[in-house]
């Protein structure tokens, strides 16, 4: 992996308005290298316009953010070729199979491997064999998720986002998720997940930082105490369970 600025992710004091209703408002987050972090919030605290801030489809107002040093606003087609991004729903092609819709994804993204490298992180990312070739017509979420997870993996970004990856998922699909996003995060990656699943945040994450009203409210780091006190952080959870005005 290229030497890159360490943290990858750094926001500093952002705001970010949809026309006159701040959104984001003085966030200030920095997910390291080869770690994870959840964030949280009530709907409408602005994850997903964290995100879109990090992928540069919307602007900031003011304050600072950084992948790996490049200002997404100013240059989103550089800060994309640091990331990875994992949306809710994984738009992939029914009609193709799972190495093609790899292939081509990574086409995309003005990447080239042959069948042997992406068959290889199909399998690591968890997809069995048989599934390789058949039109992802009749996959379940689980399995797409896998095959996205493969084009990450593939492209080796030091950046991974996520958006609700464990929504939809059973225990077993949530738990084979989360040992896979381990293995991205001990390739170094800077990994960073909207979730409202507080269980699995708190099964897999380095830190949780819950979101109010466009900033940081609280943020608690795996070894604290409160790592697995589920019960504390969703009582703390719950704080910025107000939906803003659209
Ligand atoms: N394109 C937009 N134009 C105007 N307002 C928007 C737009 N996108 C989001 N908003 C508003 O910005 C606020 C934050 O939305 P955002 O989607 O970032 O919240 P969220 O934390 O991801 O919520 P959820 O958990 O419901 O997905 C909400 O009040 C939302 O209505």
């Known amino acids: 992996m290229q030497t890159i600025p360490d943290p990858p992710i750094s926001i500093q ?3 970010l308005s949809y026309g006159r209703a701040p959104v984001l408002d003085g966030l200030t987050l920095q997910v390291p290298a080869g770690s994870i972090t959840a964030l949280l919030g009530g709907n409408g605290a602005g994850k997903s ?3 879109a801030a990090l992928l540069g489809f919307e602007r900031a107002d003011g304050g600072t953010i950084a992948v790996c040093g490049i200002d997404p606003g100013s240059d989103p087609d550089a800060a994309r070729r640091q990331m990875a991004y994992l949306p809710e729903n994984v738009a ?3 009609h193709l199979s799972a190495i093609e819709n790899a292939d081509y994804l990574l086409a995309l993204s003005g990447e080239r491997h042959d069948r042997a490298a ?3 992180a199909l399998a690591a990312a968890g997809l069995q064999d048989q599934a390789w070739d058949r039109r992802l017509g009749g996959f379940s979420k689980g399995m797409r998720q896998k095959v996205a997870i493969a084009v990450a ?4 970004v030091p950046v991974l986002l996520l958006d609700e990856p464990t929504s939809g998922l059973d225990p077993r699909a949530t738990a084979d998720f989360n040992a896979l996003l381990l293995a991205v995060r001990a390739r170094g990656t800077a990994v ?3 979730t409202h699943d507080l269980l ?3 099964d897999v994450a ?3 930082a819950f979101l109010e009203r466009g900033r940081v409210a609280h943020e608690v780091a795996a070894d604290g105490p409160d790592r697995f006190d589920v019960r504390a952080l969703h009582a703390r959870f719950q704080i910025g369970g107000e939906r803003r005005a659209a």
């Open 13 to 15: 004091s952002l705001t």
């Open 49 to 51: 316009t964290t995100l």
């Open 92 to 94: 992939l092609y029914d």
């Open 118 to 120: 992406i068959a290889g």
């Open 153 to 156: 993996l593939l492209r080796a």
């Open 192 to 194: 960073l997940m909207v």
């Open 200 to 202: 699995s945040a708190a």
């Open 206 to 208: 380095d830190r949780i």
